[in-house]
């Protein structure tokens, strides 16, 4: 008998040597004379753990990490095809505290199944929910997304049902399904291993939006930093489409579902949802004032839902399981889980999907295990670019969307970085100015000018030129951002700049920190 | 179907208005195709010619100007030839707290050559989040990304 290991094909564990470990296990194997069946998955989200490897017993899965091509041969020679004892021996993968303590809904087959398999999707609950969905009408789709409580997952939180209905209410020759996966955030990384790890998720979700609003096209607006999920995600469209999941018949309805990925072409403001649909149309990546709504007159001037990739992808699970499991999860309006992301300089980086309401300090400490470095854990920014920077007294924060407001931040896409003592906040708000000034569409004087006038600020209170004046101008500028911007992009780079003053001020005394 | 816009290469072929007839044949049906023609041609010649410009407006019966719009305003679309070696090193929040800057400055010195500048033979361009940020400081060396970049593994 072969014995499977499974050994992922992420993008991140590749970046670490994920293909060189999988091409020596296979060398190992014929010259050892064993019977092995490597199984590419996706990352199980620990990339703290990468390269992690499985092995299949008739106890489960067995976890070996994190792994570098050197431990390959020594692997073998503890027999770990049969679960052997290793000082990278992790047990059962299931049994691990970083795994057994989150509750994985939208995430639930992430590197568990073969990406690209279609079998193993739905020997793990797969196409469930858009079976149901075939049968239902519109109407009873939408309310059951409206009934789960589910809010959008790209940064705004707006709920996912109201936003359905407004489409299905619409009346038009054409509807259209955008997937929002520019992910442009740093420190988030969420939508890329769902697509990478679990691409027929998206493509289930994305196929019962479009048949709750009577849809029949799609795009996927995937960032082009990505070329790995965009080529597993052309290549899940293509299974999808063969095996009659979508296309002229959805699963054998008379629904028509046509899916199509497009990619985007390195600009931040394009994953603005309204940048998104110009940009779609081949345009400059300019934000469209609003009304009209998107849901009335999207992509060309059609109604269209345009969603997040976690959005869309926990719609299956919703419709599989009910809306109850899901709205039973969470914590006041936050219900459901999130799909957090730890990232910077962090311990045990990765993926932590958990209801709503976990605190950031069991974020940060008991799954992240603090800094990377070891030294004293000093800024957390929060929700990408555009987030806030907290301090290390604020931890005791709840992780949904109305607590991370009223502490003066926002969730946005699920983002945590940590930062070590070396950061220098004064830095950072320079930095967010800069990438204003940098990524604005150019729209709005305060965006496009008042940011680079912001770095400059901020570089003479670095440099102690006038410090008090020039942190009243500074905060001048923030307000005239926050009240003349169109859209979030300069609306909100106060925020990390603003957080950064507040929660720092020693920061912005003037005079190089270091 | 499997069309990877962006995707680095050490090589392409020289411009030709012939070829990139050809490019474009094949996007006749695109609703908006004024990025995408841009961005296939990128993918064909690693950069979008002067002549290319001209040629989508003609193509798809727009504006030159609106061409030249949409090639000025994304980042990825360049005007001038692909360099040999392309060294993209992220520079976002996330791969700063684990010492980017440092890194960045550390590459610009061994290969002498300064960020965002464009040279024949190496670029070093500053990108903003490969989705790598767990794994930092992040880089994409000749379109492969690298986690835990540093100066040796960038430069060997
Ligand atoms: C500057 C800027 C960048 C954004 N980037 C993204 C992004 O990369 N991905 C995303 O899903 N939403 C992004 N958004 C939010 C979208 O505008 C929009 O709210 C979202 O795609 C709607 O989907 P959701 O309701 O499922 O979250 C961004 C917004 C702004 C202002
Ligand atoms: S705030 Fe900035 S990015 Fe947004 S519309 Fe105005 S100029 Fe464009
Ligand atoms: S911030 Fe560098 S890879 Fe995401």
Redesign the pocket.
């Known amino acids: 008998m072969s014995t499977v290991v499974y050994i992922p094909n992420d993008s991140a564990a590749i970046s670490i040597g994920a293909d060189q470990v999988a091409a020596l296990v296979a060398q190992e194997a014929v010259k050892r004379s064993l019977k092995v069946t490597i199984v590419r998955n996706g990352t199980r989200g620990a990339l703290w753990l990468e390269t992690l490897i499985e092995v299949s017993t008739p106890q489960g899965r067995i976890a070996y990490g994190p792994v570098q091509p050197e431990d390959v041969s020594s692997l073998f020679d503890a027999d770990f095809l049969n679960g052997g004892a290793h000082p990278l021996a992790l047990g059962l993968t299931d049994q691990i505290a970083w795994f057994a303590g989150q509750d994985r809904v939208t995430y639930r087959r992430v590197g568990i199944i073969d990406p690209l398999s279609l079998k193993d999707y739905e020997a793990h609950g797969g196409l469930v929910g858009l079976r149901k969905a075939v049968k239902q009408s519109g109407a009873d789709i939408v309310a059951e997304v409206t009934a789960s409580g589910l ?8 709920p ?1 049902g109201i ?1 359905w209905k407004t489409v299905l209410d619409a009346k038009a020759d054409q509807k259209y399904v955008c997937c ?6 740093s420190g988030t990384f969420a ?1 890329r291993i769902l697509i990478e790890a679990d691409p027929f998720t998206l493509i289930e979700g994305m196929a019962i939006a479009a048949v709750a609003v009577g849809a029949t096209e799609g795009f996927v607006y995937l ?1 082009s930093e990505y070329p790995t999920a965009i080529k597993r995600l052309c290549d899940a469209i293509d299974i999808a489409k063969s095996a009659g999941v979508i296309g002229s018949s959805v699963l054998g309805s008379a629904h028509a579902f046509n899916l199509e990925v497009r990619v985007g072409a390195g600009s ?9 649909l110009e940009s779609l149309e081949g345009k400059r990546g300019v934000i469209r004032s609003k009304p009209p709504l998107p849901a009335i007159a999207g992509l060309f001037g059609k109604p269209t839902i ?7 992808a926990s719609v299956p699970a919703i419709l599989a399981d009910g809306a109850g499991a899901y709205a039973a999860r969470g914590t006041g309006r936050s219900l459901g889980t999130q799909v957090f992301q730890l990232a910077g300089n962090i311990a045990r980086g990765g993926i932590i999907e958990t209801a709503f309401g976990i605190t950031l300090e069991t974020l940060v400490k008991t799954f992240g295990g603090g800094t990377l470095s070891g030294k004293p854990l000093r800024a957390i920014q929060i929700g990408g670019p ?1 987030g806030a920077y907290f301090n290390s007294s604020q931890l005791n924060v709840s992780m949904d969307y109305e607590s991370l407001a009223a502490a003066g931040g926002m969730l946005g ?1 699920g983002g945590v970085v940590l930062f070590d003592d070396n950061v220098d906040l004064a830095q950072q708000a320079k930095f967010a100015m800069e990438f204003c000034a940098l ?1 604005s569409c150019g729209k709005c004087t305060p965006c496009r000018l008042g940011s680079t006038r912001g770095a400059e600020t901020i570089e003479k209170i670095i440099s102690g030129v006038d410090v008090p004046a020039n942190k009243l101008l500074l905060l001048d500028l923030c307000e005239v951002m926050t009240d003349g911007s169109l ?3 300069g ?2 780079t106060p925020l990390p700049v603003k957080s950064a003053m507040n929660n720092f001020p020693e920061d912005f005394t003037g005079g190089a920190k270091k | 179907m499997a069309k990877l816009w962006g995707s680095f290469r050490m090589s392409y072929p020289s411009w030709s208005i012939e070829e990139g007839t050809q490019v474009l044949s094949s996007l006749k049906n695109v609703q908006g195709p004024v990025l995408i023609a841009l961005q296939a041609i990128q993918e064909r010649f690693g950069y979008v010619h002067d002549e290319a410009v001209s040629l989508i407006a003609e193509t798809f019966n727009v504006s030159r100007a609106d061409v030249h719009g949409v090639l000025t305003y994304y980042h990825d679309l360049r005007t001038t030839p692909s360099p040999v070696r392309l060294i993209q090193i992220c520079v976002a929040e996330a791969c700063q707290a684990v010492g980017s800057r440092d890194l960045v400055a550390a590459v610009e010195k061994k290969l002498g050559k300064k960020i965002d500048q464009s040279y024949a033979d190496v670029e070093i361009k500053s990108a903003y989040c490969f989705g790598n940020c767990a794994l930092g400081p992040a880089a994409m060396v000749d379109g492969q990304l690298m986690g835990r970049a540093s100066v040796e593994k960038i430069t060997a």
């Open positions: 809010r959008g997952r790209g940064g705004a939180g707006f996912a936003k929002n996966a520019d992910e442009g955030d939508d960032r931040y403001v394009c994953g603005e949802e309204t940048a998104m345009i969603n997040n990739v976690l959005t869309l555009l896409h990524e859209c979030a992009m609306g909100l």
